[in-house]
């Protein structure tokens, strides 16, 4: 099964506060590319040797340390896409996780403090052994990313998703990140 490329060609035209279309465009263009090297990474594989696999080489071991990169890449995308749009939809049992971690303040400046620790992911989810709320920072798209998670809040903190419009201000780019936060996406992957 080949996986489509979503359109996200609605959060351009001034959506986003502190995005431009330019910006938007490149990073549309590189989530597409994730999406080409994971349908090609699982047409491969559908046909690979897998009796020889080893940790020095072998196709197949390295189509499979590659795999989760593409997937990750291409779906940790989609959700960083999804959860923009600036609402402010907070749901009551999301507010009521917020303030357990300190407040939506504290939770988002925490979020923000793990993006700038360098270029990869800064997540907020929602930890299933202890049902509290966890920032995480994932390296590479699938180094770091702890297991019994549910990814509330997604952020892109690769400078390909701010370096047309802030350069290397990556904190400028954070807030403006913050800005557009879709809190009713959150609240919906909260609610699941």
Do not use: C
Not at 93 to 111: C, E, P, R, S, T
């Amino acid at each position: 099964m080949a996986y489509p490329v979503k359109n996200y060609d609605h959060l351009k035209g001034g959506a986003l506060k502190g995005l431009s279309d330019s910006q938007l465009d490149q990073h549309f263009g590189l989530y597409k590319g994730y999406i080409a090297k994971l349908n090609e990474i699982e047409e491969k594989l559908a046909t690979a040797d897998n009796t020889k696999p080893n940790y020095s080489y072998n196709e197949y071991s390295e189509l499979k340390r590659r795999e989760a990169v593409a997937f990750n890449g291409s779906f940790l995308h989609e959700l960083y896409f999804e959860n923009l749009g600036a609402d402010s939809e907070i749901s009551a049992g999301l507010k009521a996780a917020l303030d357990a971690a300190g407040g939506k303040d504290k939770v988002i400046a925490d979020l923000k403090a793990t993006a700038m620790g360098g270029p990869g992911w800064a997540l907020l989810t929602r930890n299933r052994r202890d049902g509290k709320l966890h920032t995480y920072f994932v390296a590479e798209h699938h180094l770091g990313l702890p297991i019994e998670q549910d990814l509330l809040l997604v952020l892109d903190s690769w400078e390909h998703a701010f370096m047309v419009d802030y350069g290397t201000a990556r904190a400028k780019y954070l807030d403006s990140f913050v800005e557009n936060i879709k809190w009713s996406e959150v609240s919906k992957r909260f609610g699941k």
